[in-house]
């Protein structure tokens, strides 16, 4: 198993510096370790399934930029050529080789109608198409007021953006979520962002005289991530 087979070229300043991978040793997971939650990844050229040994929102884990314990791992290469095999030997990933990530069932915390209508008053829907190649995403973005998607394209601190009511492909051929609808992509690799139509994800045609985000242009309702 090439333990560094995750491993490309980082882009220079695009973000903080990441934590080292670790050795073969260092990622073995511990006894007892968390089970964690289902996930599946896509770097430019792996596809991998299994679980995260991690509590709270995978979001949260992922944006620590720290390697992670995984278990159960399968892969194969990310264009289909083979079918997912077994992976017992990788024990960690780095969450920068991750381009995207589709969030199993119960990765995030359920959260109360109070906390619910909290985060709909203070965000604002945006339905959108990410780009980042080889893959490209359509869903549900929410932001705070002022920010406009096209930042998105900025650093962060928050290097995975959740995409909720999600849908991904891959060079064009779509991406099967096993019923997850939630996808975390990493900023570092965004190329491009635009405004869609969800239900046929090309652009969107703005109403005359009103800008994006408007409440005319925009619908509410929904899971809101945090």
Request: overall charge negative.
């Amino acid at each position: 198993m090439p333990f560094d087979f995750l491993k490309r070229n980082k882009p220079p300043a695009a973000e903080p510096a990441q934590a080292a991978a670790p050795s073969p040793a260092a990622t073995a997971a511990a006894p007892g370790a968390a089970r964690g939650h289902a996930f599946e990844g896509f770097s430019e050229e792996w596809h991998l399934t299994g679980t995260m040994a991690v509590e709270g929102r995978l979001s949260d884990a992922l944006n620590k930029r720290e390697p992670i314990s995984i278990n159960d791992v399968r892969w194969a290469p990310v264009d289909g050529s083979s079918p997912l095999s077994d992976a017992p030997g990788l024990r960690s990933i780095d969450p920068y080789d991750l381009i995207i990530v589709i969030a199993g069932a119960g990765s995030l915390p359920e959260m109360s109608d109070e906390e619910k209508n909290a985060h709909r008053i203070h965000k604002v829907r945006y339905d959108l198409a990410l780009e980042a190649p080889p893959f490209r995403v359509v869903g549900t973005v929410y932001l705070y007021p002022g920010s406009e998607p096209s930042r998105l394209l900025d650093r962060s601190s928050e290097m995975f953006l959740p995409v909720v009511d999600a849908r991904a492909q891959f060079q064009g051929r779509p991406i099967e979520t096993s019923g997850a609808k939630d996808i975390l992509i990493n900023r570092v690799y965004l190329r491009g962002v635009e405004q869609v139509d969800l239900s046929t994800g090309e652009r969107s045609a703005p109403i005359p005289g009103l800008t994006p985000g408007s409440p005319a242009n925009v619908s509410g309702g929904g899971p809101i991530p945090e």
